[in-house]
């Protein structure tokens, strides 16, 4: 079978390497790119090739998602307990669809909702029965009494599964439910290091995991090859993390000097995520979600500190990457490309840094660094073809209309208008 073939020409190339766009021919064959020219060198391909004018477009790498939650269903975090899970699963594979909709072409699943739904997901994906992005499937959140995620109340009925987290109190329960979550077929195991100003007794300041209770994560991961990613937004919890070896750290809202230390130490394997989307949100709630305003001045107090904490994360080299914590009923699925606005206007980033931070640094959450996030040869040909240059202005990366073309492991997932291929 032969494979096929697609020559971009006069395309505005943002490669995601940080270097400045430039004009160039760029050639896919099957699922790589296999050819680069800078200027108006023409690129040899076969009489079969399909060529895409893009008459000064914007060619980029599509867009990664490094903290996602596909099967979050724009709610509140107690009303994912409540709905069954054949809807559940079904609303997981249209935020899927809707993903790749918005160029978002890999996903790092932070979290899912009740157990297997990632994983199934994963496979009908790759199978080709379902379309979506790139996808790692990720275990329900692990949390412990009273942690982020127990919404349970005494007078009713519960178990470990009766919440979106998944409650484990002391090293055999940990054990237990890792072993089961490597069972079914996960890549990451997800554990909630302290605590929130959402569904959690307990604050964002503190820490409610145990040491030994992480160690347990950290000994099921190991011992089965699986990725572990953390909500850790107290000093405490992220310097946990780092202790046993976490790469993946969520938030990381009240980072001390001696946690900014650790962080700075490993930089060159650790990234944030500090995924303000819902912060932002509900600082500047107005009244809406039911959200009261002595509520409202304690997430504009964590604002302000995760401003500042990312600020010196920035100083020091740290790598920070957009993305995460939509599917909330103020982070709505198909809103993800908002976390690139608010990187430029809330946290003080470049557009050419923002953008290198989705695609080629949040590459290496999927393990794929070098391979997707780039345009370069060898590289797999994942791409957006964006109608303007979002280096100008970074929100019409918001406008699905504005993206024109979406290509997926050198599949056409959305093909450009009609005038540009030939």
Not at 206 to 230: H, K, M, N, Y
Request: glycine letters at 8%; one cysteine or more; charged letters at 25%.
């Amino acid at each position: 079978m032969t494979e096929s073939e697609f020559v971009f020409i006069n395309a505005n190339v943002f490669d995601g390497s940080g270097r400045n766009p430039f004009q160039g021919t760029v050639n896919v064959r099957g699922n790589r790119i296999v050819g680069i020219t800078d200027g108006s060198s023409r690129i040899d391909h076969s009489p079969e090739a399909k060529v895409v004018d893009c008459r000064g477009g914007t060619l980029m790498p599509g867009l990664i998602e490094p903290h996602g939650h596909l099967s979050f269903t724009n709610g509140r975090a107690v009303e994912f307990t409540f709905m069954p899970v054949e809807e559940n699963m079904l609303a997981t594979v249209r935020h899927a669809k809707l993903a790749l909709d918005c160029g978002y072409t890999s996903v790092f699943s932070a979290a899912s909702a009740k157990p297997r739904l990632d994983v199934v997901l994963k496979r009908e994906i790759e199978a080709g029965r379902v379309p979506g992005p790139r996808y790692l499937a990720c275990s329900p959140e692990l949390t412990v009494t009273g942690g982020l995620g127990d919404t349970n109340q005494m007078h009713l009925p519960h178990n470990p599964g009766t919440t979106f987290s998944w409650i484990v109190d002391g090293k055999d329960e940990v054990l237990r439910a890792c072993r089961m979550f490597a069972r079914e077929g996960v890549d990451t195991l997800k554990v909630h290091l302290s605590g929130d100003l959402g569904a959690s007794s307990a604050p964002s300041e503190q820490t409610p995991f145990s040491d030994e209770e992480l160690a347990a994560v950290v000994e099921v991961a190991e011992s089965r090859g699986l990725r572990i990613v953390c909500h850790a937004r107290s000093a405490t919890s992220v310097l946990r993390a780092l202790r046993y070896g976490i790469k993946i750290i969520n938030h990381a809202n009240y980072v001390d000097d001696e946690a900014l230390d650790a962080l700075e130490k490993a930089k060159d394997s650790v990234v944030v995520i500090p995924a303000i989307g819902v912060t932002h949100a509900f600082a500047y709630a107005d009244g809406r979600w039911n959200i009261p305003p002595s509520l409202s001045r304690s997430f504009q107090t964590e604002l302000e500190a995760t401003i500042s904490s990312v600020e010196k994360m920035r100083k020091r080299g740290i790598r920070v990457l957009p993305g995460g914590d939509y599917g909330f009923v103020c982070t709505p699925h198909g809103d993800y490309a908002r976390d690139l606005w608010l990187f430029v206007e809330v946290l003080g980033f470049t557009p050419v840094e923002t953008l290198v931070a989705a695609t080629r640094q949040a590459a290496t959450v999927m393990g794929m660094y070098d391979e997707i996030g780039v345009v370069k040869e060898n590289a797999f040909a994942d791409l957006l073809l964006i109608d303007g240059d979002p280096l100008d202005d970074i929100s019409i990366l918001q406008d699905r209309a504005k993206i024109l073309l979406i290509m997926k492991d050198g599949e056409l997932y959305k093909p450009p208008p009609p005038a540009r291929l030939s």
